[in-house]
C-alpha cells in the first residue's frame, strides 16, 4: 500500500492550504491516520491525527488553526492548514496505523507518504 500526500506549496503568513492524503487501494483495519511534519534540523512530530472513529488529536502549536477529516474506509484524509504561520513551514507526511495503542508514536503507523513541502512566506 502506498500513500500519495498532495497540496503542499508556497504561501504567504496567514494563508490556508489543504492537504491531502490517499491510499493506492483500500487498506482494512486502518485504525488511526495522521499528518507528521518534519522541518529542517527539527525531528518529525505529529501534527494532527484521527482515529476510524473520528476522534480527533492536535499538536497544540496547531490547535485552533489546523482541522484533519478523513474517512478510513476509503483510505482518504485531509489537513485543512489555516492562518499559517512561519514555524508551519515543513515536509508534511501522512500515515496510517493498524492500531491505536500504537499511533501514540510515529513508529507505530504502518504506512507512510512521500511527504509534500508547506514553505509559509512573510
Known amino acids: 500500500v502506498q500513500l500519495q500526500a498532495s497540496g503542499g506549496g508556497l504561501v504567504q503568513a496567514g494563508g490556508s492550504l489543504r492537504l491531502s492524503c490517499a491510499a493506492s487501494?483500500?487498506?482494512?483495519?486502518?485504525?488511526?491516520m495522521g499528518w507528521y511534519r518534519q522541518a529542517p534540523g527539527k525531528q518529525r512530530e505529529l501534527v494532527a491525527s484521527?482515529?476510524?472513529?473520528?476522534?480527533?488529536d492536535y499538536a497544540d502549536s496547531v490547535k485552533g488553526r489546523f482541522t484533519i477529516s478523513g474517512d478510513s474506509a476509503k483510505g482518504t484524509w485531509y489537513l485543512q492548514m489555516n492562518s499559517l504561520k512561519l514555524e508551519d513551514t515543513a515536509i508534511y507526511y501522512c500515515?496510517?496505523?493498524?492500531?491505536?495503542?500504537?499511533?501514540?508514536?510515529?513508529?507505530?503507523?504502518?504506512?507512510w507518504g512521500q511527504g509534500t513541502q508547506v514553505t509559509v512566506s512573510s
Open positions: 487501494r483500500s487498506v482494512s483495519g486502518i485504525k488511526v
Open positions: 500515515a496510517a496505523a493498524r492500531s491505536a495503542v500504537a499511533a501514540t508514536a510515529a513508529m507505530g503507523y504502518n504506512y
Open positions: 484521527i482515529t476510524a472513529r473520528g476522534v480527533e
